[in-house]
């Protein structure tokens, strides 16, 4: 293997640790805001992100969900007073939670998922989604699978990420996001002929996802629960379980 070969392995190795862990930090815009710790077990593994918001800082980051509410940052927004007082609500029961870094996490899953739903590639999916909606992507790669088709999708740019809804259930918390992204995808039939897609038009694709997270749990992961329809820019590449 070549220094090449063995840089390119590691770097994709450590990004694959760091989504399994707690949702990654790609963005095309860029915000100034202090990096995250990680909370790290005496095995070294990480089991948590300290987001910099201990008690004593907690109405600091109520203060970020207002400034973001009021204006966006990058290309990140909060889209209604629902989803601000949600975010309120939310942090006011895991003081750990930064919307920085969350919206951050969630445009690095977002391009993470749609192109390893494109791969196949299940061990993947199973540790960033739901069940119900594990399944339902199992399900349309088993299809694509069954009939010899084969997908290639690139997310080229998170032109815009916008929460927009957020709330608690019990101590579950809910997250809503609306994603704008440059992709190209292109499927292929068993004879490699192009069946849809193109594999060098880029297109602006809109998707809504929600994340979970149960704030009880020690697994700082936030997984997506839902996928749904977003008019007539939505991402017929990924299936919608709404």
Known sequence: MTVELMIYALVAAGLIFWLRSILGT?????????????ELSEDGKIVGLGCSAASDKNEKTIALVEELA??????????SNAAEQGLVEIIKTDKG???????????????????????????????????EVYNAFDNAIA?????????????????????????????????????WADETSVTRDEDSNIISGH??????????????????????????????EDGDEDNDIIPNTH
């Not at 998922?113 to 540790?127: H, M, N, P, Q, W």
């Open 26 to 38: 790609k963005n095309e815009g860029d915000v100034n805001r202090p990096a995250p710790n990680l």
């Open 70 to 79: 009021k204006n966006s940052k990058g290309n990140m927004s909060i889209g």
């Open 97 to 131: 939670f930064d919307v920085y870094v969350f919206l951050q996490a969630a445009q690095d899953a977002f391009a993470y998922i749609v192109e390893s739903f494109a791969e196949g590639d299940r061990e993947t999916l199973k540790d960033l989604l739901g069940e």
């Open 143 to 179: 299809a694509r699978e069954n009939s010899g088709e084969t997908m290639v999708s690139e997310v080229h740019a998170i032109k815009k990420s916008e929460i927009v809804e957020a709330h608690l259930n019990d101590k579950n918390a809910f997250v809503t996001v609306r994603f």
């Open 199 to 228: 594999p060098e038009k880029t297109t602006l694709m809109r998707d809504v996802w929600t994340f979970s997270r149960d704030l009880k749990s020690r697994d700082p992961r936030w997984l997506v629960v839902e996928t749904r």
